[in-house]
DNA sequence: CCAACTTACTAAACCGGTTAACTAAATATA
DNA sequence: TATATTTAGTTAACCGGTTTAGTAAGTTGG
């Protein structure tokens, strides 16, 4: 790579000083009074040599590296990919380049992701906490350090944060199934804790509440979130032989529903004579499935707002109030 | 945010100079004749404060930020997420942190962002090139700037790259749906023009001479890869009135397979009575298509050869030894 | 008892930019 | 003609670390 030219040599080159050169490439060379012909010059020498200012030491000065620091359980995941390009797109726009990270579900491992984003001097943060997120993010609201969370908040701390209305869209989900007749509706989560899930669960609770059907424990199942898939086929077996006459199914999450929606077209089951509901969906459902109920996540909404909370926390340095957004799910019911 | 403690603030509260803490802190206090007593004094003081040293300033000086930049056609694509997962997971083995960017398939944006990244001193690119790379590429190889290109190459040029064997992976798999019997294979491929394309279409057209089989254009179907879902039914269709009698597909690209398969789905065919194959796959192809034979590209092996290679390039400032890569994709026949 | 050597640090330059404060020369004003 | 103002720059400090070269005080050897 090598000879990287700096300011200074083009300062030496036409005979200037570094502040002049500065001053044109900076483009407040007529504020600062400095003559057409000199900024002519300066411009095009550094146009020819290819110069390209060294962004470190624009950042060192200024405090502001138009980074944005990403966290997300797994990038892998279809739909926190989507996320990712949703944030990533909402962060051009405002000029901002974005430092991703997996945290792997692993509070530890977020933790160290923060610190490092925080030690490259990231502007912000974007997280989608894990479920015990407590630690490390009431750090940064000590410290009042510009973030916000995404999909999941951290249960009693009082930050920014852009969420769904999850309990909301699951009972109307379920409530819709009940409404049209279903009885045994099965509950398919998983072992997490975080918010979103939780709330999912309180929304099936209150339809079954509200319509004064009686909650079954056992329809109830927990896959563990690691390593769903090896788990699901059992689950399901045993949720089929004990309860033969279920006619629905909700689900918490989209993986969920497609293992659901694998095992029944395998299996050779007739999805349409089930209920079905899911929060968001993915190709698998859609496909198998033209029968399921959907939340759909507005992905682009949640990145939009949750960029432009950050933005405006980035810009006033001072005290933050915090702004916490519930967004609705977009309900797609189908029959 | 406000008051983050800098080197020089623990300095003086120990009534110490910058260049002893600077020493004790970068773990060379013993080495630099600082006595235990001062060491300890300063790394505890440090950790009660939490400091937190500022990597930019770090990186300005020693010219390394640990930080890689990655740029794919679009981070939103399941297939380039888990690229990009890999690829973190590579990175992070070393040490390395990961800034992204979505070319959106567009030369120009693809410029601006090595621009962008370059401006922010990442240590090196790992690019999923465009089509038009070549003026872009081109420039980082002139610069002699570590780079490797990953899913695809850039044509005409010498560089460091991983890719999979295209070619050879199109020919075993259209020669085995051949071999099977199948005479009137359709071949659905896309309009852009990159290499992995390019090469997916010799191998097809090796497969057909090979065994004597004569090339029917009409069966060779270009979908264009910009919303190529609103296009597909229509070309299929055309497809089926043209040749009733077609008894294979090779698809290039998983995202034809799998839309491919929804049409068949929805159409009512019966999608076992094909011979099927394609180049990588997705969970939609799983689901409905369990005879689809499938060249799978292996994104952790290849992202461990690319952030190796690239590492490699790093550490030897010198000149660069292009190293070009191709690695067997897992071919898996189904019936 | 003084030179030589250790020990335990420090001053200042540097990385590559930005910026506040200053200046020399040219022109305008009184 | 002497002074004020404008024009077109420059000097040097700064951002927050690292690093080279150096030094003061204490210890050892002859």
Redesign the interface.
């Known amino acids: ?2 000879k990287n030219v700096k300011l200074k040599d083009i300062a030496r080159e036409l005979n200037l000083s570094k502040t002049t050169v500065s001053f044109v490439l900076s483009g407040i060379g007529d504020e600062k009074g400095i003559s057409k012909a000199t900024q002519a010059k300066i411009l095009d020498y550094s146009q020819a040599i290819n110069y ?6 624009q ?2 000065t200024s405090g502001i ?1 138009n ?1 944005i620091g990403l966290i997300v359980p ?5 739909f ?3 996320l ?3 944030i ?1 797109k909402e962060a ?1 726009k405002r000029g901002y ?6 945290s792997e579900r692993d509070s530890r491992r977020e933790m160290n992701l923060i ?7 990231v502007d912000g943060l974007v997280i989608a906490p894990t479920d015990n997120c407590k630690k490390e993010v009431e750090k940064l609201l000590e ?4 973030f916000v969370l995404v999909d999941r908040i951290c249960l009693e701390l009082d930050t920014n944060y852009v969420i769904i209305d999850d309990e909301e869209s699951s009972y109307k989900l379920v409530r819709n199934l009940i409404d049209k007749g279903r009885r045994k509706i099965a509950f398919l989560t998983t072992d997490t804790k975080g918010s979103a899930i939780l709330n999912r669960a309180k929304g099936y609770h209150r339809a079954l509440e509200d319509t004064g059907t009686k909650l079954d424990r056992s329809l109830v199942k927990e896959v563990p979130r690691e390593n769903y898939s090896a788990y699901t086929g059992d689950i399901l077996r045993e949720l089929f032989e004990n309860h033969p006459d279920i006619d629905g199914f909700f689900f918490a999450a989209h993986y969920l529903a ?1 293992e659901t ?2 095992y029944m ?1 395998k299996n050779g089951m007739d999805i349409s004579s089930f209920g079905l509901a899911t929060i968001h969906d ?3 459902v859609e ?2 499935a033209p029968n399921m109920s959907v939340a759909k996540i507005p992905l682009d909404v949640m990145a939009g707002k949750a960029v432009n909370i950050l933005w405006t926390n980035m810009k006033k ?1 001072g005290v933050n109030e915090m702004s916490g957004t519930v967004i609705p799910a977009k309900i797609v019911i189908k029959d």
């Open positions: 790579m090598g390209r200012p060294n962004q470190l030491a950042s060192l590296t980074t797994s990038i892998g995941d279809a926190y990919a989507k990712v390009k949703e990533e051009e380049v974005i430092l991703i990270s997996s610190y490092t984003m925080r030690a490259k001097q410290d009042n350090f510009p497609s929606m694998l077209y993915n190709p698998v496909a198998l340095k």
